[in-house]
C-alpha cells in the first residue's frame, strides 16, 4: 500500500511569488490534514479536510495560504504572495474513518525555503 | 501558548539502557495521546499511543504511561537500540487534530 506523498520535496521561492505544494493521500482515506513544522519547533496544525469539505482551518496562518481538496483525492495548499516567515516544512497526513481518526500517518513533508 | 511540551530537547543513552523521553500538557480536554518518531528527511511516524482512560499501553520494547493527575505522558524504550535514534514528538489529540510538542533528539551510542 501506497503511503502519503507530497511533492515537491524541496522549494526555493522568493518572496513574493507563489508557491503550490501537492499531498496525495493514502487510498480511501477520507481525512487529510496540513501541518507546518518551522526552524526546529513543534509540529502545528494547519487545516484538516473531510473528503472534499474543510473541517477544520483554525490553523491557516492567513488569506496568503489557500487549500482545496478536489473530489476528495489530493490536496493542495497555495501561498500567495509567500513571505520569509512562510519557510518551513510542510507536512501532509492522512487517516481513515468519517469522524477522523487519531492514528495519521504523515508525508516526508515539503521543505518550502522563501528568500 | 504551548500546550504540548517537550522540555528536555536532547538525550543521549547507551545502547541496552532504558530511554526514558518525558511529555507535559495543559489541556484537560485532551483524550488521546500519541508518540511519533522522525527520522531526517522524513515524516513523523506513529510509535504508539494511549487513551486517556488508560495509564499504561506497552508495544514490545516501546511503554508509554499517562498520569493524568499531573497531566504528564513518559515514553520508555528497553532495551534502546542505535536505531532509535530519531527525533520523538508527543502528540495530544482533540477536537480531531494532534497539538505536537517540540521534539526530543534521541540519540543511542553503541
Known amino acids: 500500500e501506497a503511503g502519503v506523498t507530497q511533492f515537491p520535496s524541496h522549494s526555493v521561492i522568493e518572496k513574493g511569488q507563489t508557491v503550490t505544494l501537492r499531498c496525495d493521500p493514502i487510498?480511501?482515506?477520507?481525512?487529510l490534514y496540513w501541518y507546518r513544522r518551522v526552524m526546529g519547533k513543534e509540529i502545528k496544525f494547519l487545516l484538516h479536510?473531510?473528503?472534499?469539505?474543510?473541517?477544520?482551518e483554525s490553523g491557516m496562518p492567513n488569506n496568503r495560504f489557500l487549500a482545496e481538496r478536489t473530489g476528495g483525492t489530493y490536496s493542495t495548499l497555495k501561498v500567495q504572495p509567500a513571505e520569509l516567515e512562510d519557510s518551513g516544512v510542510y507536512f501532509c497526513?492522512?487517516?481513515?474513518?468519517?469522524?477522523?481518526?487519531?492514528?495519521?500517518?504523515f508525508g516526508p513533508g515539503t521543505r518550502l525555503t522563501v528568500t | 501558548d504551548q500546550q504540548v511540551k517537550q522540555n528536555s530537547p536532547s538525550l543521549s543513552v547507551q545502547e541496552g539502557r532504558i530511554s526514558i523521553l518525558n511529555c507535559d500538557y495543559t489541556n484537560s480536554m485532551f483524550d488521546y495521546f500519541l508518540w511519533y518518531k522522525k527520522y531526517p528527511a522524513e515524516g513523523p511516524t506513529f510509535l504508539i499511543s494511549i487513551s486517556s482512560i488508560k495509564d499504561k499501553n506497552e508495544d514490545g520494547r516501546f511503554t508509554v504511561f499517562l498520569n493524568k493527575s499531573a497531566k504528564h505522558l513518559s515514553l520508555h524504550i528497553v532495551p534502546s537500540q542505535p536505531g532509535d535514534s530519531a527525533v520523538y514528538f508527543c502528540a495530544a489529540a482533540g477536537f480531531q487534530k494532534l497539538v505536537f510538542g517540540t521534539g526530543t533528539r534521541l540519540l543511542v551510542s553503541p
Open positions: 487510498s480511501g482515506h477520507d481525512n
Open positions: 497526513a492522512s487517516s481513515q474513518g468519517s469522524g477522523g481518526s487519531y492514528e495519521q500517518y
Open positions: 479536510f473531510v473528503k472534499e469539505s474543510k473541517q477544520d
